[in-house]
């Protein structure tokens, strides 16, 4: 992998980037009906190298010249017909650095909870979400509606996927509790220790 950001960032410069496209792409399915709009956390996204010919390069020597190039891949779980394939520019290493950590080390991006780690799905409907482009446990309970009704056991298997993590999020909340007591606690005893120390008479030399 030879281009970095700041080869990024030379291409940004000779190419703009208009979002407001990109967002609208992303809100919008080919028929046209608004879909709810998912979180950065909630997208398949993808970084990849390509090999691009450079036309300047290849007239000047006399040859064909391809330099690799960073492009990313984003869509839109549950529904095929959101993609935007294009380029990367910096702007999409700020919005998913951990994916474009994860692509410079070449590691899998998956950025979430395995849909292997919960118990209520099986390895075929795995693969099968997997096909459509949900990969993450956080993926399938965000899932909009709109989606999810058209793929066979997803509403349930969404309300499923919100249940388990909301579960989690009710033990890390005991633990951060049982965290600020015990820290609180510690103080008091701390206190406790200065007080009976200014208590002691002094010591005679």
Do not use: C
């Not at 970084?47 to 290849?58: C, G, L, M, P």
């Amino acid at each position: 992998m030879t281009q970095d950001f700041a080869v990024l960032d030379a291409v940004h410069q000779s190419q703009s980037t208009n979002f407001d496209d990109i967002d609208r792409n992303m809100a919008f399915r080919s028929d046209g009906q608004k879909v709810a709009q998912m979180g950065d956390d909630k997208l398949y996204v993808q970084f990849y190298s390509r090999s691009v010919r450079d036309e300047a390069k290849s007239l000047e020597a006399g040859r064909a010249i391809f330099e690799e190039q960073t492009y990313i891949n984003i869509k839109l779980p549950g529904d095929k017909h959101n993609d935007v394939n294009r380029i990367a520019y910096p702007e999409d290493i700020v919005r998913f650095p951990v994916h474009y950590e994860r692509f410079r080390k070449n590691l899998e991006q998956v950025v979430g909870t395995p849909l292997s780690a919960v118990p209520f799905l099986t390895d075929a409907q795995i693969q099968e979400y997997k096909a459509v482009y949900i990969r993450t446990v956080e993926q399938l309970a965000g899932l909009p509606d709109v989606q999810a009704q058209k793929l066979f056991g997803s509403v349930a298997h969404k309300q499923q996927a919100v249940a388990w993590l909301e579960s989690f999020k009710g033990a890390d909340r005991l633990r951060q509790e049982f965290e600020v007591e015990k820290a609180e606690t510690a103080k008091m005893i701390a206190a406790l220790n200065e007080q009976l120390a200014a208590l002691k008479p002094p010591i005679k030399k």
